[in-house]
């Protein structure tokens, strides 16, 4: 066994010097400071689009259980040792709403932690985006409901309904606050609000939100899903600007017919 003439002597030899697996058991065999471990969670913010009634859709979960029984929740749950968090996702938005998601429809969107976010203790989740197909629901065990929520936004507030449930949550783009008659668990008003603002704020040059529209869609169509982010009719984003400023991401793929007049060219985001 190799001596040292000091704790600094040894420390810099076994960093610097030694292979790394002789680091690695010295490592282990240290006195080092105990620092607390939080526990960590996922949340997922899934939207989708229905082309047939133009609506910008929100998938919520009820909560069955403490903390925040019967509050609306964003799909998520806590973090398995074996798990990377996006396995966490994909395993836990489909324990409780029976969607499949792929890997590569999931974007990481922040972390969150507040150390008093969670009342049961210290507890950090990383927020995941994806844009989906309006899938079928099935609630899991520990879900009172899986439902789609209508999201709209009227001026500074985002308004998210169900019709089946008759919830209404409002939410204030300004201030943060939930101020309808329903509210969210935890800091899922937060969560949401900071995907909102992250896809209205990136759309222009970062459209991945048409995903929502799947494989292949119209520049209407497009137009329309813009127009849920800002607030307006889609007859007010000018037809020619938004398509001029669009086609560098996207590849055209065929026609459509319309029924009156030309068929409407198609198109479909170029690959990343």
Known sequence: MKSFSSKHE????F???????????????QTLPKYDMPSVTIDNVLMCYNKTSDQLKLLLVQRNTHPYQYSWALPGGFVKRTEATEETCMRETFEETGVSIDIHNLAQLHTFSDPYRDPRGWVITVSYLAFIGEEPLTAGDDTR??????????????????EDTKAHIILDLDTGDTLGPDTLAFDHAKIILTAFNHITEKMHHEPNVLQVLGEDFSITEARK??????GISYKDIDHSNFKKAMLEYLVEVGERPTGIGR??????????
């Open 10 to 13: 040894e420390k810099h030899y």
């Open 15 to 29: 960093e610097t010097q030694a292979s790394e697996t002789a680091y690695l058991d010295w490592y282990k065999q």
């Open 145 to 162: 409901e899986a439902k789609w929520f209508t999201l709209e936004r009227k001026d500074h507030h985002i308004h998210l309904t169900n």
């Open 225 to 230: 899903v813009f127009a849920k982010f800002l």
């Open 263 to 272: 068929p409407s060219k198609i198109y479909r985001l170029k690959a990343i």
